[in-house]
């Protein structure tokens, strides 16, 4: 027997050993394999010197248009796309130049080796002077510049081929080889750059053509263009030959070297009268290629407030950097006389001092016509809101009263008449509603759009209705853009938890309505009742009204209590309600709230149907532009409840203990209006008694309500909280206890936490080990470590293991020499 014991063991470990031999020699086997399989994938295409075909492998990706040879997918010459809008298509080879982009694998499997297919793009293309310069592509640029052009592209496939520059000039002859500035046309790499010179090249249109090298010269393509002048002779002129007063003039410097800067200058003498060096008047604006902008006084000093220079104003000065072989900037003509003006440009090298003394003279001049006007507007702005009230005013210098006119696109029309100037040189009439005025220029700020407002002397044409332009232009007058838009409507009822309650019977309303005097508040109660009337808008448009009652029905009595919506309507551009009639009523506000109150009151109609009667007499009616904001509530009886009880400490849900001496916080709900009520908490003890009070007035929209109630006084024991609005209790037991026991992560558990953590610590310790050491130790450990070895290679993303293969197979070794010393001393 004994014999047999041995015998039968030694068969056991003889066993066991041959299977771990035979699994160590897998894992030894499996090792190169899986290392031959993390190897970084192959990069697409050439990156250098350019290949006729090139070599693609799993991962790679390639472009629309671009030849190819697929390396390690099978000896397949096609793909299948596997996903979106390349699903089911064939990749082949030469790549189509009109391929679907997405990725394609062996045979339509997203888990075999695959390819992704992208369009070519060039991101950036630009010709700037010298690297890093701002981008003149499509300006003109002197000889002197064009010597150090440099030709800067960003682009996505620089992977796969390289991107080549060919210049061509005006015939379209390829110049390239001509006018490179660096070894070859070609960018190895996106971001970098390649320097043309063009500097000996003629005056003209040059065309700079960005395309790939090799297969990706077809759509991905871009041409930009550069004119050479060779005028190096510095000029200036203005955009206007005659203007207004009042109106700013750009002027143009031409010619000389890109980055220079060229003074250019107004004669004081050409200055108004008025000018007063101490109010720093503006002649040159800082716009456009200005680098600064002043004055220079008979010294020959510059000051950019020419009340800080002493002695006589020679002139206004403005220095313009060359931007390319132009230099743009901008004069105001508010200071200007009504005469013709002179602007000078100089040389580069002429200073403000050597044109002071004579020495430094302009090499051109520019004359703009200056036509007398002497009136400002200061009111209105820019922007009207049609139907809305406003100021107008202004300054009118030596004028007894101006006319105000309004432009569309042809003749100006009048707005208003004969406004009076006072001692001060100004005009000014109140509360004007600019699109309700009789005269026609009203009938044009009516409609929403951009128009031209001006004021003119009234002597000019003694308030004519129709002036043309060059007789508006020709007088003493001034002229702004006016926009006119029509008024949007906002406004809101102030809930409470959504709700309105039967007690207050009040909210306050805030929003705007601007351009109106009054909106219609219409209310529809879930059984079709009905109230409408008027609320009023400040004069800024706004709408704030506090306390505002509810109405009664307009059959009388409450709203029923339910569901309500509040409708607020207000008039549109046309300042009738709907298409202008209403049945039995005026067609405006009042007649609408009559209608309401009256003729919708008495039909006897559900909610939805006295909605939809409103809404067809107003925003659905033909035609209509009237504007309407809907708000639904509910009418509700006063209510508040206690929802939450719980230590300060300690924030929770329901109502939880609270030990003696914490800060007790008592949270709820109610419909109640902040301010004009308070909700009261008291705690009694069992036999009713008010041992601790605490009150609050103060609660968000929401209507969530909070208090606090120290517990000092109190022993531990049970005792209610109770809430009272005055017209509402509500009520919750709580318990005080001598200390909140906490769970170990600090969670207060209350009483159950020691219970329970007693019973099922026991129990669970000990059925569970016994049995799962004896069942799931074997399985577990061999399909484990399986499955971790696979996903520990994937995602180190082809990294090497430093451990010995198959050592997996050690562990299972034990176990099961472990299993069969067992399997034996059992049969023994």
């Known amino acids: 027997m004994t014999n047999d014991n041995t015998r039968s063991k030694a068969n056991a470990v003889f066993f066991s050993a041959i299977m771990v031999i035979s699994m160590v020699a897998v894992g030894f086997a499996a090792a190169p394999a899986a290392a031959a399989n993390e190897q970084p994938r192959p990069e697409t295409g050439a990156t250098g010197d350019i290949e006729p075909t090139k070599n693609v492998t799993d991962g790679a990706t390639v472009f629309q248009g671009e030849e190819v040879n697929f390396q390690g997918f099978s000896g397949a010459s096609q793909l299948i796309g596997v996903a979106g809008n390349a699903e089911g298509q064939v990749l082949e080879e030469n790549v189509d130049e009109s391929q679907t982009p997405g990725r394609y694998a062996i045979d339509g499997n997203g888990?075999?080796?695959?390819?992704?297919?992208?369009?070519?793009?060039?991101?950036?293309?630009?010709?700037?002077?010298?690297?890093?310069?701002?981008?003149?592509?499509?300006?003109?640029?002197?000889?002197?510049?064009?010597?150090?052009?440099?030709?800067?592209?960003?682009?996505?496939?620089?992977?796969?081929?390289?991107?080549?520059?060919?210049?061509?000039?005006?015939?379209?002859?390829?110049?390239?080889?001509?006018?490179?500035?660096?070894?070859?046309?070609?960018?190895?790499?996106?971001?970098?750059?390649?320097?043309?010179?063009?500097?000996?090249?003629?005056?003209?249109?040059?065309?700079?053509?960005?395309?790939?090298?090799d297969d990706l010269d077809v759509d991905s393509v871009e041409e930009l263009t550069v004119t050479i002048t060779t005028d190096e002779e510095v000029s200036i002129e203005t955009s206007e030959d005659s203007v207004t007063r009042g109106t700013n003039v750009e002027y143009t410097v031409s010619g000389g070297t890109s980055g220079d800067t060229h003074n250019v200058t107004i004669d004081a003498d050409d200055f108004r009268d008025s000018f007063n060096a101490a109010n720093n008047q503006t002649v040159f604006r800082n716009t456009g290629d200005t680098v600064r902008v002043g004055y220079v006084n008979n010294s020959g000093n510059f000051a950019t407030d020419s009340g800080a220079l002493s002695g006589s104003i020679a002139f206004a000065v403005a220095e313009v950097e060359m931007d390319g072989a132009q230099g743009v900037g901008t004069i105001r003509t508010d200071n200007l006389d009504d005469t013709s003006v002179d602007l000078d440009v100089y040389a580069e090298d002429a200073n403000v001092s050597s044109i002071e003394d004579g020495s430094a003279s302009s090499v051109d001049d520019a004359s703009v016509d200056v036509s007398e006007g002497q009136i400002t507007i200061d009111s209105p702005g820019n922007e009207y809101t049609i139907g809305s009230e406003v100021d107008v005013n202004g300054t009118a210098t030596g004028i007894d009263n101006v006319d105000v006119y309004v432009r569309n696109n042809d003749d100006w029309q009048l707005l208003l008449s004969d406004i009076e100037t006072d001692s001060d040189d100004e005009y000014e009439e109140e509360d004007v509603q600019l699109s309700n005025a009789n005269p026609a220029g009203a009938s044009i700020l009516g409609q929403a759009g951009t128009y031209r407002y001006g004021v003119i002397d009234s002597e000019e044409y003694n308030g004519a209705p129709n002036l043309t332009t060059s007789e508006f232009s020709q007088g003493t007058s001034t002229s702004q853009s006016l926009t006119t838009v029509e008024g949007q409507l906002s406004a809101e009822l102030q809930t409470i938890n959504g709700q309105i309650n039967t007690a207050d019977d009040a909210a306050d309303i805030t929003g705007n309505a601007e351009g109106q005097n009054q909106v219609a508040l219409i209310f529809v109660d879930e059984r079709g009742d009905v109230a409408a009337e008027l609320i009023d808008v400040e004069d800024d448009g706004t709408i704030d009204i506090e306390d505002k009652q509810i109405p009664n029905r307009a059959i009388g009595g409450q709203f029923s209590t339910g569901t309500v919506t509040a409708h607020f309507v207000s008039q549109g551009r046309d300042t009738n309600i709907g298409d202008g009639d209403i049945p039995g009523q005026a067609a405006t506000l009042d007649g609408l709230v009559d209608f309401v109150n009256q003729n919708v009151s008495d039909s006897n109609l559900n909610a939805d149907q006295a909605r939809q009667r409103i809404l067809s007499e107003t925003t659905e009616d033909t035609a209509s532009d009237d504007l309407m904001v809907t708000q639904t509530f509910r009418y509700a009886e006063s209510q508040t409840t206690i929802q939450s009880v719980y230590p300060e400490e300690a924030q929770a849900e329901g109502v939880n203990p609270v030990a003696t001496g914490e800060t007790m916080v008592v949270e709820g709900s109610t419909n109640l209006r902040p301010d004009s009520n308070s909700i009261t908490v008291e705690v009694l003890d069992e036999n009713g008694n008010s041992l601790v009070i605490s009150s609050t007035d103060e609660w968000a929209d929401s209507g969530q309500w909070n208090t606090t109630v120290d517990t000092s006084d109190l022993e531990p024991g049970t005792y209610t909280v109770e809430s009272d609005d005055g017209d509402n209790t509500d009520r919750a037991e709580i318990e005080i206890v001598e200390e909140r026991q906490q769970a170990d992560n600090g969670t207060d558990t209350g009483d159950d936490t020691g219970d329970d953590t007693g019973d099922d610590t026991g129990d669970d310790t000990g059925d569970d080990t016994g049995d799962d050491t004896g069942d799931d130790t074997g399985d577990d450990t061999g399909d484990d470590t399986g499955d971790d070895t696979a996903d520990n290679g994937s995602s180190d993303g082809g990294s090497t293991d430093g451990s010995t293969p198959g050592f997996g197979a050690l562990v299972a070794?034990?176990?099961?020499?472990?299993?069969?010393?067992?399997?034996?001393?059992?049969?023994?």
């Open 111 to 213: 888990s075999k080796a695959s390819l992704t297919v992208t369009t070519p793009r060039i991101n950036t293309a630009e010709v700037q002077i010298g690297q890093g310069g701002s981008d003149i592509a499509g300006e003109t640029v002197s000889t002197a510049d064009a010597a150090n052009l440099q030709v800067f592209a960003e682009y996505n496939f620089d992977d796969a081929e390289e991107l080549e520059v060919e210049v061509q000039d005006e015939s379209g002859t390829d110049i390239t080889d001509a006018v490179l500035n660096d070894t070859d046309a070609f960018f190895n790499q996106s971001g970098q750059y390649v320097g043309l010179d063009l500097a000996d090249e003629d005056a003209g249109e040059y065309t700079v053509i960005l395309a790939g090298a």
């Open 813 to 828: 070794l034990v176990a099961l020499i472990a299993a069969a010393l067992l399997a034996t001393r059992r049969n023994n």
